[in-house]
């Protein structure tokens, strides 16, 4: 029979903490946090080894600073298991699993290792390195056949992992189990003798590395290397009618479709929610990245329908496409490129699709009008260079503008309309009368 998996043995060190103390501030710690996360973003991308353990050092530092035992925050198990059972942090990583799909998919493959094995265990077992072009699961049930049953030793993690193989089920997609996949990645940079630089051993480093920094990145404060916004340019951005009102947030403006859209986004993201439509967010400061995600994963596949209808555009262009529609230049469908090819929209006719880009280059030529299309064409002295990332990030920059000068902006579409209408005929100026001959004799 086999044994019932124990998952709390992967926080058991933290007894019953429920939620890490979270410095306010912390100038000191901020400042040692940043000089670490510098590396970690400066280290060229092959350098997978050196950049972890910068990232490593920023979270156990910090980590130690929220430790509830200040005696014990030295004992990096103790830490680990603290970090395991946040809350906040499970709460988090199970929101990214549900609105990131990449991260998502990152994150099955690197359960479907697990579990990972201490290195110099498997040296001392006689038991060859793992080739990734072998079965994973032969290796890892060969390897097990060697940790007798009753050792309470476990060499490998998480370590209720042999019970869950056991009884043929897979390994929990949570916080506790991936982050101690993580350490246990992290132990064998550190001790077990893993430079990590073939294949096989990668794929254990990168996803443990993009994981952690994905659901531990939202815990540093604003403008330390995270982009923070207010909510109400966010919610701009993304196109919904929203203004303040009594230094509030109000989506009154908004249509009944599109708060009803808001409110399923607020609560998938946990973010807080709609009353008396008034957003009451859980704080005042979101992190853009985050929200976006959680668009991406909430909106429909349509790329057209009604120009108010935030819920069946792309995720960059929603808020593009509703001002220009406020400003008077109505469209029929849009496609933010998906990161693959330029973001592009189609106006109602030609006419709305010249206004529309000789709108959009006031600023600077960016725009391209073919007929009834307007594709972004990039930015810069290299346009076409342009990575898909900031072409996505101009669509968002371009949706504040026009939100924000919407009011002028429709006055003057208005006014362009005027100038560029056909006008009547002028009517011929009355003939002169011709001046009598005089005739001589």
Known sequence: MAEKSDCGKLTAAAGDLQALVRPAENAELWDFVRSWLRRFEKADGDKAAERFVCLWAAVMAWAAKCSPDAGRAHEESYL????????????????????????????????????????????????????PAQDRRAFVTKALEKVPAESAARPYAPACAREHLLANEKLPADWAHVFSIVAQVRRNLFHGGRNYKNAGERQFLEPAMAILWEVWRFELPSGLLISRISWLRAL????????????????????EANRKYLQKLLTSGHFGMLKNDILLPNEPYIEESFWLRTVDSGHGSSEAGRA???ASMDTYMAGLVRWLNEAGIATELSCDGHGERKPSFTAADEESARLAAWLLNFRAPQFNQSGKT???????????????????????????????????????????RKVSAAKAPLKPEPAAPKEPILKTK
């Open 80 to 131: 680990a298991h603290c970090l395991a059972r946040d809350q906040k942090l499970a709460e988090r990583f199970a929101n990214l699993y549900k609105i990131d799909k990449d991260l998502r998919k990152k994150i099955d493959r690197f359960l479907a290792l697990a579990p990972v094995f201490l290195a110099p265990w498997l040296q001392k077992s006689e038991i060859p390195e793992w080739d």
């Open 374 to 416: 307007v594709k972004y064409a990039g930015a810069g002295p290299n346009p076409n260079a342009t990575k898909p990332a900031d072409r996505l990030k101009k669509m968002l920059d371009v949706a504040e503008w026009l939100a924000k000068n919407r009011e002028d902006l429709k006055s003057i579409v208005a006014s362009m």
């Open 236 to 255: 701009l951005r993304s196109g919904f009618m929203a203004r303040e009102a009594e230094n509030r947030i109000s989506l009154t403006d908004e249509t």
């Open 308 to 310: 108010d209808d935030l």
